[in-house]
């Protein structure tokens, strides 16, 4: 309201109720006198000038640009570039992050089967699938029955497992035995 | 909303016709430079950011959805373009003391009186760059180009009692700042 006062945009009712006011506060008053000077301030200025002829020249030196196909700055992206690459790089970064983190921390993210064999050696577990020697340790055991109890836990082993890698983890010998007891549904 | 002859023209410019563009530019060349001109003092400078609006216009007019009127549109990228040259200047100044010799070399042999316009306007301008972005923007459009509020509130998308908020901070702000430099 202040600002349409000092400009004089006050209808002569909305200008009577502004002057009560004024008159009745002196922070208002300071204000008001604050925004004269601002404007009296922006009045004062220099009009600033163009060269002569720049307004008639700017088309033909603009095309110049244009259809020189000059190589613009960064901002010559595409709007719906810059709308989306933002987003893409926050997205790439993520992943990357994500996969790093895969990458050291694989057990988080695999089966049971996975950290199973990331606590033995490669040779022992096709021994432990094979029967020849006993599970290292208990945890491991019980990881590997887990594993294979599919109707009670709902673990789809190959949703994280492919073939190939069991069978590059485990031997060949040692899936076909996994696959048996998957059938069982049981290790014994 | 868009004149009708405008939303012609930029069809016939997506057609193919470069002289729908050309129309367009030879329409708002002079609004924009003003505009630009206002947040970036030097002639030169702003004449760089015109061209640059008006070649992004070029660039992304097949993406103009007609949303908007086609000034508030290119109004928008003018405004845009023109802060993100102020951020990189107030960059550039922490690693430079060499503008502010300059610009005082070249006030030496002016008279007087216009010599302390010149120092006013320079001090406005401060007063100006000084506003947060926002008020900046509705300052510029409000004052210099005396533009409506609802008008500035399409450009800015916005509401109009925070612009009308925002426009008196702005004067408040730039009449605190006079003061104190008297």
């Given at each position: 309201?202040?600002?349409?006062?000092?400009?004089?945009?006050?209808?002569?009712?909305?200008?009577?109720?502004?002057?009560?006011?004024?008159?009745?506060?002196?922070?208002?008053?300071?204000?008001?006198?604050?925004?004269?000077?601002?404007?009296?301030?922006?009045?004062?200025?220099?009009?600033?000038?163009?060269?002569?002829?720049?307004?008639?020249?700017?088309?033909?030196?603009?095309?110049?640009q244009i259809d020189s196909g000059k190589e613009?700055?960064?901002?010559?992206?595409?709007?719906?570039?810059?709308?989306?690459?933002?987003?893409?790089?926050?997205?790439?970064?993520?992943?990357?992050?994500?996969?790093?983190?895969?990458?050291?921390?694989?057990?988080?993210?695999?089966?049971?089967?996975?950290?199973?064999?990331?606590?033995?050696?490669?040779?022992?577990?096709?021994?432990?699938?094979?029967?020849?020697?006993?599970?290292?340790?208990?945890?491991?055991?019980?990881?590997?029955?887990?594993?294979?109890?599919?109707?009670?836990?709902?673990?789809?082993?190959?949703?994280?497992?492919?073939?190939?890698?069991?069978?590059?983890?485990?031997?060949?010998?040692?899936?076909?035995?996994?696959?048996?007891?998957?059938?069982?549904?049981?290790?014994? | 909303?868009?004149?009708?002859?405008?939303?012609?023209?930029?069809?016939?410019?997506?057609?193919?016709?470069?002289?729908?563009?050309?129309?367009?530019?030879?329409?708002?060349?002079?609004?924009?430079?003003?505009?630009?001109?206002?947040?970036?003092?030097?002639?030169?400078?702003?004449?760089?950011?015109?061209?640059?609006?008006?070649?992004?216009?070029?660039?992304?007019?097949?993406?103009?959805?007609?949303?908007?009127?086609?000034?508030?549109?290119?109004?928008?990228?003018?405004?845009?373009?023109?802060?993100?040259?102020?951020?990189?200047?107030?960059?550039?100044?922490?690693?430079?003391?060499?503008?502010?010799?300059?610009?005082?070399?070249?006030?030496?042999?002016?008279?007087?009186?216009?010599?302390?316009?010149?120092?006013?306007?320079?001090?406005?301008?401060?007063?100006?760059?000084?506003?947060?972005?926002?008020?900046?923007?509705?300052?510029?459009?409000?004052?210099?180009?005396?533009?409506?509020?609802?008008?500035?509130?399409?450009?800015?998308?916005?509401?109009?009692?925070?612009?009308?908020?925002?426009?008196?901070?702005?004067?408040?702000?730039?009449?605190?700042?006079?003061?104190?430099?008297?």
């Amino acid at each position: 309201m202040l600002i349409d006062y000092a400009e004089g945009m006050l209808t002569s009712e909305q200008r009577e109720e502004a002057d009560r006011l004024l008159a009745l506060s002196p922070e208002l008053r300071e204000e008001l006198e604050i925004i004269r000077s601002a404007f009296s301030g922006l009045q004062e200025t220099v009009q600033d000038t163009v060269p002569e002829f720049y307004f008639s020249t700017f088309l033909p030196r603009l095309r110049q640009q244009i259809d020189s196909g000059k190589e613009f700055s960064g901002w010559s992206i595409p709007y719906f570039v810059e709308s989306v690459f933002r987003p893409v790089v926050a997205l790439s970064i993520v992943f990357v992050m994500f996969t790093a983190y895969q990458a050291f921390h694989p057990e988080t993210l695999q089966s049971p089967v996975y950290a199973l064999i990331n606590d033995c050696a490669q040779e022992e577990i096709s021994d432990v699938v094979n029967g020849v020697v006993a599970f290292p340790t208990v945890e491991s055991e019980n990881l590997f029955e887990t594993t294979l109890d599919l109707e009670s836990f709902g673990i789809d082993l190959f949703q994280t497992q492919s073939e190939s890698e069991l069978t590059a983890l485990l031997g060949e010998q040692g899936l076909e035995q996994v696959m048996q007891n998957l059938e069982n549904s049981s290790i014994d | 909303m868009n004149h009708p002859d405008e939303l012609q023209l930029i069809e016939d410019f997506n057609n193919g016709n470069e002289q729908a563009y050309n129309q367009l530019v030879l329409r708002y060349k002079e609004k924009i430079y003003w505009i630009v001109r206002r947040m970036i003092p030097d002639h030169d400078e702003a004449d760089d950011i015109t061209q640059n609006v008006f070649i992004k216009a070029y660039q992304s007019l097949s993406s103009f959805k007609g949303d908007s009127s086609f000034y508030t549109w290119i109004y928008r990228i003018a405004i845009n373009l023109s802060l993100n040259e102020i951020r990189r200047k107030k960059i550039r100044r922490t690693f430079s003391i060499d503008e502010g010799i300059h610009q005082f070399e070249s006030h030496d042999a002016l008279p007087l009186e216009l010599l302390e316009k010149k120092e006013r306007t320079k001090q406005i301008q401060e007063a100006i760059e000084r506003l947060p972005d926002k008020q900046k923007k509705v300052f510029l459009l409000r004052y210099y180009e005396e533009l409506p509020y609802d008008e500035i509130a399409k450009i800015l998308k916005t509401s109009v009692g925070g612009l009308k908020a925002n426009y008196f901070h702005a004067v408040k702000k730039i009449g605190v700042y006079l003061k104190h430099e008297k």
